[in-house]
């Protein structure tokens, strides 16, 4: 029995270890919500459909180009449930229809076709389709009922079943390699039509049979002036093909179901008999817009017109089948739609106010329905350009709005808030040179006098609100009350979207202050955001600028804003004429308290931002000790280069990795704004273990070209950014990415994937000057003569990941974590004790003093560490961590599809009380006390007096 | 002994496994090459499964829930029965698991090999060879909500007074003033009675009394007194005619101060003696942390 006891102590020192952590880390149950929030997003709207199964359904079904399915409510605009497919095109949806309770839906180009309960949210089926890239889909209806969907491919055509995917027959397209098949039609009958076309030469009409899939009838129509069925043709009124050509400005009828050899009919828009004459705008493409209310019946036989960006005319197809009446011109008019409620059809247009509106909408979604007095209501539901989405109720009452741009950002700040005019003030008091004793001690008195009418404005607010009905207190955040709050908790979020439009958000609420959008960026843009100066600096304004750089052409632009208000600047930012290699902000500021940031071009010309004579000084001055590097991932070289006097540079060293064997993936530096508090660990026999905390160390990881898994492999360099040294290399065989990592103080964590055991691994690399210091006072790059000791272990972490970033505090007293983003939406909260190289595999007396965790060498994952509990960030693409006033606190922001905003102590919070701090019995035990103390006192005074007595 | 029949048990067990494991070691390799790179015109297989959450009904947990294959490399979704199928999947061994916010579920590793056969085993990082099969089509079951939040240590006097320590204070501290009390010491019949008990209470005359205990400890003939005990349970038990027993026995765990069982009719003397029994053995516990003491009449 003795044995396994023994075995047992360390176990058991182990779990005790384990419930520590446990303790420092989950989420009580009473601080849900309390400091945190999270807003979903779901991208920008390809399709939406609003559920017209029952009258009342509140229910809006939207998919997007980020492949999410998502059911929204009408009323309030949130979420009902969502459906994240794989990211890329595997996942693209390419068409949504909506029928009754079905929600069907191909995915990925043609792969998949999926039917969904929109009840429920949950899927019915999903049918793998035959390849092919898709082009076209429709339901098909018999007698009246719904029991099909038609599914074009590029050579073929198969019909399914509704209830459940089988596919009813498949059938190849004759001449696909000729013909480009674009459309598919059904009204109803018993046929199902595919149209194609033969580019400038003709039109090809293939009827099949429901039943089986045979040709009833293949006809082809001469029309050497179409190009594309898909862009200039629709089905209007009895199955009668109208297109429209931009060369001559005609329209074209073509019946569908015509049993002779059918012939276009032509239709001069300049000379058909419509008042106002119609007439194309230069250069725009005309466009037909019609609407088919149900499959089983034929389209409506009015349709839109589009002949200019804003100009659109009503017009309808005579009973004959051939000529066209006008019913309407509207102009301006930008977006028009039809939507359909029993008998009635309703056309919605869509006309700016005021010419100055910028944002173009250019999606417009209707529904209308019926109301209780057989008049028709309508909701709209409108995308604009910078993928905002607003929903408008009848009188034209703007029920909410969602700022979909924000399901993709790129880079986010965080900026302190400014202090209030008071806080100010005493700020300025002491910012001030001083001038003598006694206006000193007036400023001084002044400022007391300014404070205490601060208070007393305060008190009496207080009081004046609290005799008011609860309800009526307004307790909403504007931009004109933000202010700083004690511990700096409160931050405004800078946050830069894909689309180019920034936003203010507020770190406590999540309500946005303000958003601006960037015109005229590119889609494949990269944006960096530098803080230039913070709100440290009062009069001075806090000032922000984005470097937009096109990825293609490297041509930079510069956006310099107030990120407290989202104003632009005034200063004028300089003219970038060369494309932008790197950029660099120095801790050098300019009179005006702005930090210089520095741009390199493709000529290693600098440019400085702000570039005043003091800033020029300064740099010249300084050039000797500025150096940066360069990253050319296509050659694989890294150099490093110096700043001359006249702002060129010159070029130091480099390093060549060569891109045969593998290419470089990332290159991270640490964070400029990290303090490390300790330089060294205290070991178990009380020696000291110091830290290489070089702040010029490069992280430089690297992935094998060849893709073999007996042969792939993931490098990690140390390189020195000063004089190109390379401290340290690590490979991993047998690997490959995405490779995460952290770089941070002495340590750098990276993940990987183990092709052999097919396993995502966690190793850590910890650099240590060893028990003597070369130089404590100072760190330089070009006086370390000794390589530091390099320590490192590996671990297996049993799940994959998305992202990774490390805690950061004020003073960096407080323990590190980890963050960890999992595929799940999760964020993990891994201590860092979990990673370091010193943990023994036998546990001794010297490691159990320094608290060090036995090797174990799968990394644990507990729900209790999700700083997130359920409230998961789907496709979590980064984390950012900010310090906060208070030493124990990191205020941490997850972006992805959706924003979550929260604290995390990693140490506790040591430096405030907790949240369940039990004021009532501290106080009852010390009142206790005090009496208890007054009672025998009084009752020792009696004893003693009746012994004297005595 | 116990451990040694279980651990060859095990050992079979996993030679058992090992077998398996070779039979399989042809598909093994198979996917070893082709996981990571996917084959441009290889066969594309679906694994299929069901999710159940038991006492839950299907629509409150689907419309959050999806199926991973091996992070978000492949997506199902949850049909409204909980099954799920993930299609266009090559062959290669993947991570198959159901994402709940509200549920846990349990991951499976899927092996497919280039002809399409499917298998389903239990995941392990550590040992990634091993085999312990699991049905397929998947079966997962939910094994219960997941739990995020942490409960606040509330502070109560129940709590209070059920701490270990406490209850170690307080027990004694109330025989010794209450014990007095309830029995009348001047009562000679209730003398006699006590002293029975007491009798009954050191049946061994080897083992010390508390008070004599006491005086040795103070004394310093400590090791006599732990000799002493050796030759108790040397001896074995005496034979005297047992109408009922009464076992205490104390161990070394951390919580577990006392676990007693006791069979045969209870008397009045048993009932009035048995505090001054427990309280025998914590004193005993402390001084012999891991002796056992048996009282018996």
């Not at chain 1, 793998?128 to 599914?151: N, P």
């Not at chain 1, 119609?278 to 088919?292: A, K």
């Not at chain 1, 009069?539 to 632009?568: E, M, W, Y």
């Not at chain 1, 500021?589 to 004579?613: E, G, H, M, R, W």
Request: charged share 20%.
């Amino acid at each position: 029995m003795k044995p396994p006891a023994k075995m047992s102590k360390p176990t058991s020192l182990f779990v005790i270890f384990f419930s520590l952590f446990v303790m420092s880390e989950a989420v009580f149950e009473d601080q849900v919500g309390k400091f945190d929030w999270r807003q979903q997003y779901v991208g920008k709207t390809l399709f939406a459909h609003f559920d017209s199964h029952s009258q009342s359904s509140k229910k809006l079904f939207l998919a997007t180009d980020k492949n999410i399915f998502a059911s929204f409510n009408s009323r309030t605009g949130e979420l009902f449930w969502r459906h994240v497919d794989k990211a890329g095109p595997e996942g693209t949806i390419d068409i949504l229809l909506l029928h009754g309770q079905d929600a069907l839906m191909v995915v990925g180009g043609g792969r998949l076709l999926r039917s969904w309960d929109t009840n429920m949210g949950g899927l019915n089926w999903e049918a793998v389709l035959d390849t092919g890239s898709f082009q076209a889909a429709c339901f098909v209806a018999m007698q009246d009922t719904v029991k099909h969907v038609a599914v074009l491919k590029k050579a073929a055509i198969s019909l399914h079943y509704l209830t459940n995917g089988h596919q009813k027959w498949v059938e190849n397209l004759p001449d696909s390699d000729t013909v480009q098949y674009q459309a598919v039609y059904s009204g109803g009958e018993e046929e199902v039509y595919v149209l194609g076309v033969v580019p400038n030469s003709h039109l090809t009409i293939i009827a099949y049979s429901l039943e089986d899939g045979e040709i009833i009838k293949q006809r082809s129509v001469e029309a050497p002036w179409l190009s594309s069925v898909e862009s200039s043709c629709v089905v209007v009124g009895h199955g009668v093909l109208m297109c429209v050509d931009t060369a001559t400005l005609a329209l074209y009828a073509l019946p569908i179901q015509a049993e002779e050899a059918p012939q276009f009919n032509q239709i001069l828009l300049q000379v058909t008999p419509v008042q106002p004459r119609l007439e194309v705008s230069p250069g725009f493409q005309p466009v037909l817009v019609s609407s088919q209310p149900h499959p089983a019946r034929s389209p409506i036989s009015e349709f839109f017109l589009q002949l200019g960006p804003d100009h659109h005319v009503l017009l309808q197809l005579n009973a004959d089948g051939y000529t066209i009446a006008p019913l309407r011109d509207f102009q301006p008019a930008f977006l028009v739609s039809f939507s359909t409620t029993g008998e009635k059809t309703v056309a919605a247009v869509m006309t700016p106010k005021n010419e100055t509106s910028d944002v173009f909408p250019p999606q417009l979604y209707v529904h209308a329905f019926l109301k209780k007095d057989d008049s028709v209501g309508y909701r709209v539901l409108v995308q604009t350009q910078d993928h905002a989405l607003t929903f408008i109720q009848q009188p034209g009452r703007v029920v909410w709005t969602r700022e979909e741009a924000l399901a993709d950002v790129v880079t986010m700040e965080m900026v302190d808030l400014p202090l209030t005019g008071t806080q100010a003030e005493l700020e300025g008091e002491f910012g001030k040179k001083a001038d003598g004793l006694f206006p000193m001690v007036l400023k001084r008195l002044s400022s007391q006098v300014i404070l205490l009418q601060a208070w007393l404005a305060h008190l009496w607010k207080l009081f004046y609100e609290a005799r008011k009905p609860h309800g009526q207190v307004k307790n909403e955040v504007t931009i004109e009350t933000l202010s700083r709050d004690e511990f700096n908790l409160q931050k405004m979020m800078v946050m830069v979207t894909a689309s180019g439009k920034l936003f203010g958000i507020d770190s406590k609420s999540g309500s946005i202050l303000w958003k601006h959008y960037l015109e005229n960026v590119q889609p494949n843009a990269v944006f960096k955001l530098i803080v230039q100066r913070t709100t440290a600096h009062f009069p001075h304004p806090p000032q922000c600028t984005l470097l937009i750089k096109d990825k293609d052409t490297g041509l930079a632009s510069l956006h310099v804003f107030n990120p407290i208000f989202g104003r632009k600047s005034h200063i004028a930012p300089p003219a970038l004429p060369r494309p932008i290699l790197q950029s660099l902000l120095l801790p050098v500021i300019d009179q005006d308290y702005a930090k210089v940031l520095l741009l390199v071009d493709d000529q290693y010309k600098v440019t400085a931002f702000p570039s005043t004579k003091n800033v020029l000084q300064q740099l010249q001055e300084m050039a000797s000790s500025i150096f940066f590097y360069l990253i050319r991932s296509d050659q694989g070289n890294l150099s490093g280069f110096r700043l001359r006097k006249d702002l060129s540079t010159e070029r130091i060293w480099e390093v060549v990795l060569p891109t045969e064997v593998q290419k470089i993936v990332a290159v991270n530096g640490k964070r400029p704004n990290e303090h490390v508090h300790s330089q060294g660990r205290v070991m178990g026999d009380r020696s000291v273990l110091y830290k290489y905390l070089n702040p010029n160390l490069l992280a430089v990881v690297t992935e094998s070209t060849d893709a073999h898994p007996e042969r792939a492999f993931v490098g990690v360099f140390l390189v020195d950014g000063v004089t190109g040294r390379i401290i340290h290399e690590a490979v991993q065989r047998k690997a490959r990415g995405p490779v995460h990592f952290v770089h941070s103080e002495n340590w750098v964590v990276y993940e990987y994937w183990n092709t052999k055991s097919r396993r995502n691994e966690f190793s850590v690399l910890e650099l240590f000057e060893g028990t003597e210091l070369y130089n404590s006072t100072v760190f330089s790059s070009l006086d370390r003569p000794h390589l530091p000791q390099v320590l490192q272990q590996t671990y297996i972490f049993p799940s994959p990941i998305t992202t990774m970033e490390a805690t950061l505090t004020e003073k960096g007293i407080t323990s590190r974590h980890l963050l960890v983003g999992l595929p799940s939406g999760a964020i993990l909260s891994l201590p860092k004790m979990f990673l370091d190289p010193r943990r023994p595999e036998v546990v001794t007396e010297h490691s159990r003093e320094e608290n060090l965790i036995p090797y174990a060498p799968e990394m644990p994952i507990r729900t209790e560490w999700f700083i997130n509990y359920n409230q998961t960030v789907a496709r979590v693409k980064g984390i950012y961590t900010a310090p906060s006033g208070l030493e124990s606190t990191c205020l941490v922001v997850a972006y992805g599809l959706d924003i979550y905003q929260t604290r995390v102590y990693p140490s506790k919070q040591f430096d405030v009380l907790k949240d369940d701090y039990d004021y009532v019995l501290i106080s009852s035990v010390l009142f206790a006390l005090f009496f208890a103390t007054m009672i025998s006192k009084r009752l020792a005074q009696v004893k003693l007096l009746n012994r004297a007595w005595r | 002994m116990w451990l040694h029949v279980r651990l060859s048990e095990v050992c079979l067990f996993l030679q058992a496994m090992f077998i398996l494991a070779c039979c399989f070691s042809d598909m093994e390799s198979g996917p070893i090459a082709t996981s990571g790179s996917v084959q441009p015109n290889g066969d594309r297989f679906k694994i299929e499964g069901r999710a159940i959450v038991p006492g839950v009904k299907t629509q409150d947990w689907i419309s959050s829930a999806r199926v991973t294959v091996e992070g978000e490399e492949y997506i199902g979704f949850l049909g409204t029965d909980g099954s799920f199928v993930v299609n266009d999947v090559p062959s290669g061994s993947y991570v198959v698991e159901v994402i709940s916010p509200g549920y846990k579920f349990g991951a499976v590793r899927v092996d497919i090999t280039s002809k399409g056969k499917m298998r389903a085993r239990l995941v392990n990082f550590i040992k990634t060879s091993e085999v312990i099969r699991q049905p397929y089509p998947l079966q997962l079951r939910s094994s219960g909500p997941r739990t995020y939040l942490m409960k606040r240590e509330t502070w109560g006097w129940t709590d209070f007074l059920m701490n270990p320590m406490v209850m170690m204070m307080v027990l004694p501290l109330l025989i010794i003033v209450l014990l007095p009390k309830v029995v009348n010491t001047n009562d000679p019949e209730m003398r006699k009675e006590m002293e029975q008990s007491m009798n009954m209470l050191n049946p061994n005359p080897e083992l010390p009394d508390v008070s004599e205990f006491m005086t040795k400890l103070f004394s310093g003939s400590k090791s006599s007194s732990s000799k002493a005990i050796g030759g108790s349970k040397a001896s074995g038990r005496p034979a005297v005619k047992r109408r009922w027993c009464q076992n205490i026995t104390c161990t070394s765990g951390l919580r577990n101060y006392c676990n007693w069982s006791c069979h045969g009719n209870y008397n009045a003397i048993f009932k009035k003696s048995f505090f001054i029994r427990l309280y025998n053995c914590f004193l005993s516990r402390v001084f012999f942390p891991s002796s056992e003491i048996q009282v018996c009449k």
